[in-house]
């Protein structure tokens, strides 16, 4: 059965697309930094972005505070900056609608950006963590983004070791958290998952978890297996499939 479909064959993807989630009663949608591109947030690995050569699990590594402060406040300091005025885009809107309709029962992210829930969805798993929040990682105190992005020790211990509430490669998810989503994809009849490369555990192990269908939503091909794989921007086939599923809901 062919189940790829590229920009030739869209619009026909999008309609089975609709179908699925329309024939679902529990749909989950799975998130990942493809999902923020189009809200001018940079992705680590997609084809739009290597940052400075590089990888992702080197600067975000609970290591490189300790033995390289400089280069992993550089990369958050900008990865703060840019989120500062981020707004969720017309796909994000979409997904809220979608939960308000019953048509989705939440959203696992691996986003830090809190779009998500800035577009109104309520059940939101975010499960490595919210950037905005900040702390000392030698003494725990609380600080501010700005604190971090002003390059600041911390007020108490006085150490340059500000870091965001994000999990980094080394350190354990959120276990309340994660426990959430597991047991939400495990009920899940239709899993939707979008802007990911799949490439960073534990998260990628999630879509072997449901036992109902399974869809891609991606600029590229990952290296799993789905039920229907759409190839494309994250945010116009959203939209498009929004308005397959109100025209279909219109019918009689
Ligand atoms: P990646 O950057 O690894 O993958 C993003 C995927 O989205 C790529 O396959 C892109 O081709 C695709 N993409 C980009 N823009 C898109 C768009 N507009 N529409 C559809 N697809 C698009 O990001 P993640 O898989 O989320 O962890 O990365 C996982 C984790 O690695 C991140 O959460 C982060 C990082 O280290 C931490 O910081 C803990």
């Not at 280069?71 to 885009?89: C, D, I, T």
């Not at 696992?108 to 829930?117: E, K, P």
């Not at 269908?213 to 498009?240: P, Q, R, S, W």
Request: include cysteine; hydrophobic fraction near 40%.
């Amino acid at each position: 059965m062919k189940n790829i479909y590229t920009a030739a064959n869209k619009k026909e993807g999008i309609k089975r697309l609709a179908e699925l989630i329309l024939q679902s009663d529990y749909a989950i949608v799975l998130t990942g930094a493809g999902m923020d591109t189009e809200s001018n947030i940079p992705d680590f690995r997609g084809k739009s972005e290597l940052w400075r050569n590089i990888d992702a699990r080197v600067v975000a590594d609970i290591n490189t505070i300790k033995k390289n402060y400089r280069l992993f406040h550089q990369f958050y300091k900008e990865r703060l900056s840019v989120m500062g005025n981020v707004k969720p885009h017309a796909g994000h809107y979409v997904l809220a609608e979608l939960e308000e309709k019953g048509l989705i029962k939440g959203i696992a992210t691996q986003n830090i950006s809190g779009l998500h829930i800035k577009a109104g969805n309520k059940k939101v798993y975010e499960l490595h963590g919210d950037l905005r929040k900040i702390y000392c990682n030698n003494c725990g105190k609380s600080a501010t983004a700005q604190d971090l992005i002003d390059f600041k020790s911390c007020s108490f211990c006085h150490e340059y070791a500000l870091r965001p509430n994000v999990v980094f490669f080394g350190e354990a998810l959120p276990p309340d958290v994660w426990n959430t989503a597991l047991n939400e994809i495990k009920k899940s009849d239709l899993l939707i998952v979008i802007g990911t490369s799949l490439e960073v555990a534990p998260v990628n192990q999630l879509p072997y978890l449901t036992s109902g269908k399974t869809v891609l939503i991606n600029a590229e091909e990952t290296a799993y297996k789905f039920d229907l794989i759409i190839l494309g921007k994250a945010k116009e086939i959203l939209v498009d499939c929004l308005a397959v599923i109100q025209k279909q809901g219109l019918q009689p």
